[in-house]
């Protein structure tokens, strides 16, 4: 920049001296138009300068900037001054020559006089200026030190929490793992560990001792090895689904083998244990031993198809001796009667007619009560045959009651104690139905052809709030209900009853062909409480 200003120097000069510089002033005439704009640009020049100090005025000391822009203002007057230039003595060249004076004063000022009485203002103007940004840059940092370290400082006192927390938890989880080891170890009943590949992770004393096996030896069975094989398929299925998610527990009376091949009798409970994240981990099983309770279940049904056995042999022994006895005399009576009308006239006539319809009337009683202690068709044809007996019966007695009949032939296909059992059963529903319900229509299905044998007993009556318990109505003298379910427990079957006041009965008996009914609901055996 220093040799190009120093070129444009040296060739003004040069064209000053050869005269080839432009003329400026014309005696006669004034200042020339050269003259006059290049006053007027250099004022313009100066103004720049001006804008430029003000806008680097951080750059300055406030006291030499003022100076400064005073000496430009004064400079700039003093050129616009020489623009009106006429003489040497004239008042614009007085005038400028005066700004002029007064600009370099404040130069002075603003270089010479501060140089001398304030060095530093303009030797370490940028020294200052790095020394106050720098202030500012350490104030800065401190204030964010300051909240970094408050933001440390809450960091840290929710780190402690969270330690104290996972510490308490830490705490509760090793006296829950305690507790827990506690039970499973000194428990009376069984308690198993089950992954979910069905093999036996872990076992308790009181399992080991139920089934005879070691704990190493039970520890590496899966749990179908020691299923009884009547109970495996539906263990598989309820693991299956418990595995899957689509149950979390179930209950049911479950046959395990013991280490001898022996059958155990037990009530299973199995639950799944999830993960934090909800992922299935292992399955937990209590196993209570009901070998005994099942032995005292097995004679009790004894004892109960022992009583009825005897109360239907005693029943056929009434029908039979109804039958070859009073009943025939009383066919022959009436026999006897026919032929003593026709010797018989007037009004013995009457009389005789009167008597005969008489023992006609006793004798088709002793007939419905041989019929109602042993149904005729039972025997030879089945339960669906003596149903539909029955029905015909109950339809002329009770004309109100519109009776619906679904049946199924069974044949002699049933043994003869379950189908005298749901006989008795189907008896006693339409003798309530007839006596409490107030239904105008009745509906009865009956289904021996699947794996289960299906008596459903229904009606539109005025139903009623099932109790909790038949021991209930038992001690209220209704005696029906219970009479029902204890004979659905004789053939190991099970009953139920639906009803909800205002909304009518329905009575369920499932029956199994194999004999064994499971218990998967928490519903007792021949009870519920659901419309």
């Not at 402690?160 to 009376?188: D, G, K, N, Y």
């Not at 096996?213 to 020691?226: A, K, R, V, W």
């Not at 299925?237 to 479950?254: A, I, M, Q």
């Amino acid at each position: 920049m220093f040799a190009g200003f120093s070129l444009v120097t040296a060739v003004l000069v040069v064209t000053i001296f050869n005269q080839t510089f432009p003329a400026c002033y014309i005696e006669g005439v004034g200042l020339t138009p050269f003259k006059i704009v290049s006053e007027y640009v250099i004022s313009a020049i100066l103004l720049g300068a001006m804008a430029l100090l003000l806008k680097n005025r951080q750059e300055f000391d406030p006291v030499v900037l003022r100076y400064l822009i005073a000496a430009l203002a004064a400079s700039i007057v003093s050129e616009i001054a020489f623009t009106n230039y006429v003489s040497v003595y004239g008042a614009a060249n007085l005038l400028g020559h005066l700004f002029k004076i007064l600009k370099d004063y404040f130069l002075f000022l603003a270089i010479i006089d501060t140089g001398f009485h304030r060095p530093f203002s303009l030797l370490l103007r940028s020294l200052k200026q790095n020394e106050k940004a720098l202030r500012s840059a350490h104030d800065q940092l401190e204030q964010r030190i300051e909240e970094r370290t408050q933001e440390l400082a809450i960091s840290n006192a929710q780190l402690r929490a969270e330690i104290a927390e996972r510490q308490r938890v830490e705490a509760s989880l090793r006296e829950s793992e305690a507790r827990f080891r506690t039970i499973f170890e000194e428990s009376p009943i069984g308690v198993e560990v089950v992954g979910l590949d069905g093999k036996i992770l872990a076992s308790n004393a009181a399992l080991q001792h139920m089934l005879g096996y070691g704990e190493t030896e039970l520890n590496q069975l899966h749990f179908i090895d020691i299923t009884d094989p009547a109970d495996r398929s539906i263990s598989e299925v309820l693991f299956h689904d418990l595995v899957t998610g689509t149950r979390d527990s179930y209950r049911f009376e479950k046959r395990y083998m013991d280490r001898d091949g022996k059958s155990i009798w037990t009530q299973l409970t199995i639950s799944l244990v999830r993960d934090d994240r909800d992922q299935p981990v292992f399955a937990i099983g209590m196993i209570e031993n009901l070998t005994e309770r099942e032995r005292i279940e097995t004679e009790l049904r004894e004892v109960q198809r022992r009583l009825m056995d005897s109360k239907e042999a005693e029943r056929l022994s009434l029908a039979r001796e109804l039958h070859d006895g009073p009943i025939q005399d009383l066919l022959a009576a009436i026999i006897h009667l026919q032929q003593l009308r026709m010797d018989l006239t007037g009004e013995r006539t009457s009389e005789a007619a009167f008597v005969q319809d008489l023992v006609a009337q006793v004798s088709n009683t002793l007939r419905t009560i041989c019929g109602e202690l042993r149904p005729q068709a039972l025997a030879p044809f089945g339960l669906e045959k003596a149903i539909r007996s029955h029905a015909e019966d109950f339809r002329e007695k009770h004309p109100e009651l519109e009776l619906e009949l679904d049946l199924a032939p069974d044949g002699k296909t049933l043994p003869e104690s379950t189908r005298m059992a749901l006989y008795r059963i189907y008896q006693q529903s339409l003798n309530n139905v007839v006596r409490h319900s107030k239904a105008s229509r009745v509906y009865v299905r009956f289904d021996p052809l699947g794996e289960t044998i299906l008596l459903e007993v229904r009606d539109n009556g005025q139903g009623f709030a099932v109790p909790e318990g038949w021991i209930q109505l038992v001690r209220e003298g209704h005696l029906g209900l219970a009479g029902m379910s204890e004979r659905a427990e004789a053939i190991r079957g099970k009953m139920s009853v639906y009803s909800i006041p205002g909304e009518g009965t329905r009575i369920q008996v499932t029956v199994p062909r194999n004999g064994h009914q499971d218990a998967l609901e928490s519903i007792p055996a021949g009870f519920s409480q659901s419309s």
